[in-house]
């Protein structure tokens, strides 16, 4: 049996296959104009899917967000009216004395893994017609009011946070808050600057908060030669010579890199100027 087709051999009705019943069936061949023409046609059809898909994409994502927006404002109203319309019953303190601030125990329970028990640990049992007290010692009552204010909204205001931020990522890490305790780092790492980093690394370093320690670490490696050579440095190595034997490490590590990278840099030029040095060597001879 022949291996292929010869140009007067048959398929199976014995009709040669260059004869004119098989030629009619021929495609018609293509120029480099149909080729671009067809190309264009492919790209506006995916072009079309494609913009399709990503309008699709966007009303869904727009019409979830929507949705989150309105479950976002549907259980915010509820904070306000259980706050002021339900009546309280337990009152606060600040540890500077201030006038006592009225909660609700469930509102403590459910925001705070150590509150939970109370008044077991923080509070004095009243008699049965009286409210129970708890003093956190380590707020002011600005403080307090700003703790209240969080468990509450989920939420303070940014000049609350610039001011608060320090004391209540301490409470909220004492108190087991772990909602306030993220969103007290969120602030810290991202207000940080060459005149606080030296504060946000002492209490990350007390709390062991490993994240936002490693994060102002890095902070201060990069900036070094703004912070080493601050008061705030010099307090800290009377204070906590440990730590700044941490940040010492941490810059030269810092400058290292710096370093290893610069050398690379150096090769990489280094060795394209000797192959541009070759190529053009190779020109001028090949120009002789």
């Known amino acids: 049996m022949p291996s292929s087709y010869g140009p007067s051999q048959s398929v199976t009705d014995g009709t040669p296959l ?25 790209m506006a059809i995916n072009d079309k899917e494609t913009s399709e898909g990503l309008l699709k994409k966007r009303k869904f994502e727009t019409s979830e967000l ?25 009152l606060l303190l600040a540890g500077d004395h201030g006038p006592s601030v009225p909660a609700h125990k469930l509102l403590l329970a459910t925001r705070s893994k150590i509150l939970n028990h109370i008044p077991n640990s923080y509070g004095s049992k009243a008699p ?6 708890i003093t956190l010692h380590e707020l002011n009552q600005e403080e307090l009011e700003s703790l209240l204010d969080f468990l509450y909204n989920a939420d303070l205001p940014e000049e609350k ?11 909220a890490n004492k108190y087991g808050i772990p909602y306030l305790e993220k969103f007290c780092v969120r602030h810290m790492l991202k207000s940080l600057s060459s005149a606080n980093a030296i504060d946000v690394l002492e209490i990350a370093d007390a709390h062991s908060s490993q994240t936002l320690k490693d994060n102002v670490m890095n902070y201060i490696a990069k900036n070094r030669r703004d912070i080493i050579f601050s008061a705030q440095f010099e307090a800290l190595a009377l204070k906590n010579p440990n730590l700044c034997v941490q940040i010492s490490r941490a810059s030269l590590k810092d400058e290292n890199k710096k370093s290893v990278i610069n050398v690379k840099k150096n090769i990489n030029s280094s060795a394209t100027r000797e192959v541009c040095m070759k190529q053009n060597l190779a020109i001028r001879r090949r120009d002789k």
């Not at 989150?68 to 319309?85: D, M, T």
């Not at 946070?161 to 409470?171: D, F, G, I, T």
């Open 128 to 133: 049965s017609n009286q409210v129970n007290t």
């Open 18 to 42: 260059s004869s004119p019943h098989y030629d009619k069936f021929q495609a018609p061949s293509l120029g480099a104009k149909d080729f671009m023409d067809m190309s264009r046609w492919m």
């Open 161 to 171: 946070m610039n001011k608060h931020a320090y004391s209540l990522y301490v409470a």
């Open 66 to 90: 929507e949705e989150l927006s309105e479950k976002i404002e549907y259980v915010n109203g509820f904070a306000p009216a259980y706050r002021y319309q339900t009546p309280t019953d337990i």
